[in-house]
């Protein structure tokens, strides 16, 4: 007589051998590797005190307040690289409240290059502005503004800046909101960020005199602390003068030019989100245009 196997039976087992393979699959796979602390490659700038900035291992918390603000910058300079940080800005009232992250040449003197990510703060009611500024040889006239298309108080979002041999990008997300193409070559007298030793920083402070509505909009110390909060303490990034460095990911085709996405969306925000530009607003109507501003 032929035996009888209950369904529910053949089931169970079916369902016992996927898990047995899925917790085998689980145990092969290599263990994620662990957030970067903020000590293996970044140390406080100012505000060491235990009040204005607070380590918590993988996280950074920067307060501003009537005393201090604070800051923090790699241990060690690089040539080329994508250089990343995930911030969240101070929410509320914060006209006058500047938060940043950027690239410094070293020495910081009259020559120096600079690549910046600053949010100015803002009045209730008001989005926090997003400014982009490329410094060459210690000269700016490139300020960018933006309108971001979310809030940047409210979460974590990413920020990153790629700088190599081909171009400079800045991402809000993977998106493309500013863009500089090394044309060194080709172009008679064009600028590019060329100082091999950068260093990678972030910082919150005072900036009353100028950061909102044109500096009309001061701190409101009553509304104090102002606190930003950073993650993502890795560095993708070559040292400088690195013999080696057109090995390196950034430097290879791939990263030579946008792609056809992120040129749309590149587009995308300069009509959607910004909301001034230095080279348009300021230098087309006088003689002192950077030829980059042809270029952008």
Not at 14 to 37: C, D, K, N
Not at 78 to 91: A, D, T, W
Request: net charge negative.
């Amino acid at each position: 007589m032929a035996s009888k196997v209950c369904p529910w039976w053949l089931l169970l087992r079916l369902v016992v051998l996927a898990a047995v393979a899925s917790f085998a699959r689980a145990a092969e796979a290599p263990a994620p590797a662990p957030a970067p602390a903020f000590d293996d490659n970044y140390e406080p700038q100012y505000g060491a005190d235990g009040h204005h900035l607070i380590n918590r291992g993988t996280e950074v918390d920067l307060i501003l307040d009537r005393s201090s603000g604070a800051g923090f910058r790699s241990k060690s300079a690089y040539g080329s690289g994508l250089f990343h940080m995930r911030m969240k800005i101070p929410p509320g009232y914060t006209a006058g409240v500047v938060t940043t992250f950027y690239l410094i040449s070293q020495p910081e003197d009259g020559g120096h290059d600079e690549i910046d990510f600053e949010f100015l703060g803002a009045k209730a009611g008001r989005p926090v502005t997003l400014q982009t500024n490329v410094i060459i040889d210690g000269q700016s006239f490139r300020e960018q503004r933006l309108h971001l298309w979310f809030d940047p108080t409210a979460d974590f979002h990413d920020y990153k800046i790629l700088w190599n041999a081909h171009q400079l990008v800045m991402f809000v997300d993977d998106t493309p909101v500013r863009v500089l193409r090394n044309l060194t070559a080709t172009v008679p007298g064009y600028q590019f960020p060329s100082k091999p030793e950068m260093l990678v920083r972030g910082s919150v402070w005072d900036g009353s005199a100028w950061a909102t509505d044109g500096g009309r909009a001061k701190v409101d110390w009553s509304r104090a602390p102002f606190a930003a909060a950073f993650r993502g303490f890795d560095v993708d990034a070559a040292a400088p003068y690195y013999d080696d460095s057109a090995a390196m990911w950034w430097n290879d085709g791939a990263y030579e030019a946008l792609s056809g996405a992120q040129r749309a969306a590149y587009e995308s925000v300069k009509r959607n989100s910004m909301v001034y530009d230095y080279c348009t607003d300021e230098l087309r109507f006088n003689n002192h245009v950077p030829l980059e501003c042809s270029y952008n």
